[in-house]
């Protein structure tokens, strides 16, 4: 609570960001947190490095967020939040493999937006001629 006090303090006053982020990434870290916890503190520290203006350390936290084990019905917005907003970073830096394995994890996952997260990935693919493992160490264009 006290974090998230902070993260919506640094959103009026960007001199509290760091603060806000340090608090988070310790919240994050902490032993035992239950993982739609961490999730969310790893989401919320996203933020509050985007405030910060360190946006390498923002995607870190969000791909951190979308690696983590699905945990329960009510961890899902908080994985798609962290995973749309990380596919849309690496999309935007070039980095459509690394988008694709994000996105990948998305539609695989249980929701109401892993349509959504599959038609992107196709789109992804299809505009970049990204290829899938196979499985055996070779590729395969599943898409034609």
Do not use: C, I, K, M
Request: no cysteine; net charge negative.
């Amino acid at each position: 609570v006290h974090a998230e006090a902070l993260l919506q303090a640094a959103a009026e006053d960007r001199a509290r960001a760091p603060d806000a982020a340090a608090a988070l990434a310790t919240l994050a870290s902490r032993p035992g947190l239950p993982v739609p916890a961490r999730r969310r503190a790893l989401v919320q520290l996203a933020h509050a490095h985007d405030l910060t203006g360190d946006f390498p350390a923002a995607l870190a936290a969000l791909q951190s967020a979308v690696a983590l084990e699905l945990a329960a019905d009510d961890d899902v917005p908080w994985l798609y939040r962290a995973g749309f907003e990380a596919a849309t970073r690496l999309e935007a830096a070039g980095r459509w493999t690394d988008a694709a394995v994000v996105l990948r994890r998305l539609a695989a996952s249980p929701g109401v937006l892993r349509e959504e997260a599959a038609a992107r990935l196709t789109r992804l693919r299809l505009e970049h001629f990204l290829w899938e493992p196979a499985g055996d160490g070779t590729e395969v264009n599943r898409e034609s």
